[in-house]
């Protein structure tokens, strides 16, 4: 008994031991795939000296990659299309020959200029109500490409030291950035305004969602909403890629890039330093990247800088 004991014992032992070392290995193999090629850089002014230094010109000139053939004639649907980046995007939409429907709270002129197919005003992506009402809104048909742009970001700097944390705030950055494009997802596929097979969901969030950069990009803490909201929005697009995956509707998670925006204004003294480009060019290198957007890629979190993935 005492060695049918001694036995059993050293078996567990040995089993432990090897699922530990299991561990240990799938967490190295995790640790080198992060620092791999596939990857891209979390220390942004690293990244971009890299890419001048490198003479990458995917992500130094987008124009000698980028080929919006693909856009001519598709029905793109784009949230906050009347300001921003998402009015960057609906101008290179536009200027492509996508038919563009802007999904917007109210218009602009500079969105009205561009003679969309539709805009569908009245959308307050935080309202299930108003979300509930776009298809029967949109008239002219199913959508090709849902671009999920809308977004919200607090511009004070949020910290525990000094009490200077807005609660408010965050929960509004996390319902606009997180839940708003699940809400409008939802209600373009129950009217079923996105095809099975054919239509290609883009959710914009950022690279502030990855919990793997933030002792890179956030050493000392901070900003509470804006990266919560933003790995919300993204553990949102994964989920929804797992979904939609019976469908065969792929579903990409796009980091812009640093663009030149109202949003990112506050930041201006490092837009050059760091890479920052007119949102014109941020909105050719998300064109880019969701042309790419497939069932092989879908779920993927994808860097629109340099077309690489983003740890999460």
Aim: charged share 20%; aromatic share 6%.
């Amino acid at each position: 008994k005492m060695r049918n004991l001694l036995a059993a014992s050293l078996l567990l032992a040995s089993t432990s031991a090897f699922r530990v070392s299991q561990q240990s290995r799938a967490f190295l193999h995790s640790s080198s795939l992060r620092m791999s090629s596939q990857y891209s850089m979390p220390d942004q002014p690293a990244r971009f000296a890299k890419a001048k230094a490198e003479k990458n010109a995917r992500f130094l000139d987008i124009d000698s990659c980028y080929d919006p053939a693909y856009l001519s004639g598709k029905r793109v649907a784009v949230t906050g299309a009347n300001r921003g980046i998402g009015l960057s995007l609906a101008k290179e939409l536009a200027a492509q020959g996508a038919k563009l429907i802007g999904i917007v709270r109210k218009s602009s002129p500079e969105l009205d200029a561009l003679n969309p197919d539709e805009v569908i005003t009245g959308i307050d992506v935080t309202s299930d109500e108003a979300c509930a009402t776009i298809g029967s809104k949109i008239q002219k048909g199913p959508i090709d490409i849902l671009i999920n742009n809308a977004g919200y970001f607090y511009e004070p700097v949020e910290k525990i030291e000094g009490n200077a944390l807005n609660f408010a705030e965050e929960m509004k950055m996390i319902d606009i950035c997180a839940v708003g494009p699940l809400r409008v997802t939802n209600a373009l596929y129950n009217a079923n305004l996105l095809k099975p097979n054919t239509s290609v969901i883009a959710m914009i969030t950022s690279q502030g969602g990855s919990i793997d950069w933030r002792t890179t990009q956030n050493p000392d803490g901070g900003d509470y909403g804006h990266h919560m909201s933003k790995a919300a929005a993204n553990m949102m697009g994964v989920l929804v890629a797992q979904e939609m995956k019976k469908f065969g509707i792929a579903c990409g998670i796009l980091h812009p890039g640093f663009n030149k925006t109202e949003m990112t204004a506050k930041y201006a003294k490092i837009w050059e330093v760091e890479g920052a480009v007119d949102a014109s060019v941020g909105a050719k290198r998300v064109c880019h990247e969701i042309g790419k957007i497939n069932m092989e890629t879908t779920g993927k979190f994808i860097n629109c800088e340099d077309g690489l993935e983003i740890p999460w």
